[in-house]
């Protein structure tokens, strides 16, 4: 089992999906990393030599930011939104969509559940 980054990579898939459990890493950026170093991304986890793992890691660990380094400035970035208090800030701050989504219908999961009021009459049908 390779374990890269802290992260333990899955034996039975190619190394190209493997490297994407790496926070940081898509597929396109996998295929980059596994170019660089002149790796078949056809071979799966379990079949990588000592002396391959070796070199993903230096490659990742030098060039690259990656998993908790990576979620840190992340965190970082929202919270200085959300400091000076623009848009962005402000509808994280509230959990709502910031790119333009629609929020009448959609973006339950910011706005939470449907709220029913008690004792509201309901419109009487013509």
Do not use: F, W
Request: with cysteine; charged share 35%.
């Amino acid at each position: 089992m390779a374990r890269i980054e802290g992260v333990d990579l899955p034996k039975n898939k190619r190394i190209e999906i493997g490297l994407t459990y790496i926070y940081g890493i898509g597929i396109s950026r996998s295929k980059e990393i596994l170019y660089k170093i002149d790796l078949d991304n056809s071979i799966k986890v379990k079949e990588l030599s000592d002396e391959q793992i070796i070199s993903l890691r230096s490659i990742l660990a030098g060039q690259y930011e990656l998993e908790g380094n990576l979620r840190r400035t992340n965190a970082i970035n929202v919270k200085r939104l959300m400091e000076i208090g623009c848009y962005r800030g402000r509808r994280h701050r509230a959990n709502l969509p910031l790119r333009g989504q629609r929020t009448r219908t959609n973006a339950r999961t910011g706005r939470g559940t449907k709220k029913t009021i008690a004792g509201k009459k309901k419109a009487p049908k013509k």
